[in-house]
């Protein structure tokens, strides 16, 4: 199994408290996403990193922000949580450009925002 | 806009029988096609991945592109038990850092 570790494995939060998730990998791979998954809309991209502080936005990444400062851990932060950021959460890998090749996943994190 | 279809399900299927899993896709630049497997509870990992047309065989999965129609399939012969879970799609390409997943497609294996 590639390495990729996410913490929390599990959190529940209030409305309005800021929520930091973190992913970390030991396989020195460039590429690492976001991506949070919900009944009915499969799995969709937050943001994503193509390396040491470089990061871009995906389809919803409006109420989350990301850091990468090093190669193996990349942090996603909801400012502000709401509940429809009640969500699983999944950290993805990848050696080189995801577009074309083999994403590896995290564990998953399973936030609740009561 | 990127868009990938493919059935809800779920699809049920008796064991032992053929499972057939479809998607579609809207963007003619994708040159290649993950599929992704994923357990109730569980990530998703890859299962197949194909780049060209035709059909490419890996043990009893079996993936099938026709980049004309914009379509590529799953086959799983011999279906068991264990292959009930959601089936991912994902359509390739060389000009992006990132893919869009289809929203999957449940199949459940009937013992």
């Known amino acids: 199994d590639a390495g990729i570790t996410q913490s929390p494995r599990h959190k529940v939060t209030e409305t309005g408290t800021p929520v930091t998730l973190r992913c970390h990998q030991t396989?020195?791979?460039?590429?690492m996403y976001w991506y949070r998954q919900d009944p009915g809309h499969g799995l969709r991209l937050i943001h994503y990193?193509?390396?040491?502080?470089?990061?871009d936005k995906g389809e919803v990444s409006d109420g989350y922000s990301v850091s990468r400062s090093k190669t193996e851990d990349f942090l996603l932060t909801l400012e502000s949580a709401t509940s429809s950021q009640t969500s699983v959460y999944f950290c993805?890998?990848?050696?080189?450009?995801?577009?074309?090749?083999?994403?590896?996943f995290g564990p998953g994190t399973r936030l609740t925002v009561l | 806009q990127k868009e990938v279809e493919q059935n809800s399900g779920p699809l049920s299927v008796p064991e032992g029988a053929i499972a057939s899993l479809n998607c579609t896709y809207s963007?003619?630049?994708?040159?290649?096609f993950f599929w992704y497997r994923q357990y109730s509870g569980k990530s998703p990992e890859l299962i197949m991945f194909?780049?060209?047309?035709g059909d490419k065989e890996d043990g009893r999965f079996t993936a099938q592109l026709n980049k004309a129609s914009q379509y590529v399939s799953l086959l799983i012969r011999d279906s068991q038990p264990s292959d009930s879970a959601t089936y991912l799609c994902?359509?390739?390409?060389?000009?992006?850092?990132?893919?869009?997943f289809g929203k999957g497609t449940r199949l459940h294996i009937l013992p």
């Open positions: 993805a890998i990848s050696k080189e450009r995801g577009g074309n090749n083999e994403q590896f």
């Open positions: 990193s193509y390396g040491v502080k470089d990061t």
């Open positions: 963007d003619r630049g994708s040159q290649s």
């Open positions: 194909i780049y060209s047309n």
């Open positions: 994902a359509p390739g390409n060389n000009r992006d850092d990132k893919i869009i």
């Open positions: 396989e020195n791979h460039r590429y």
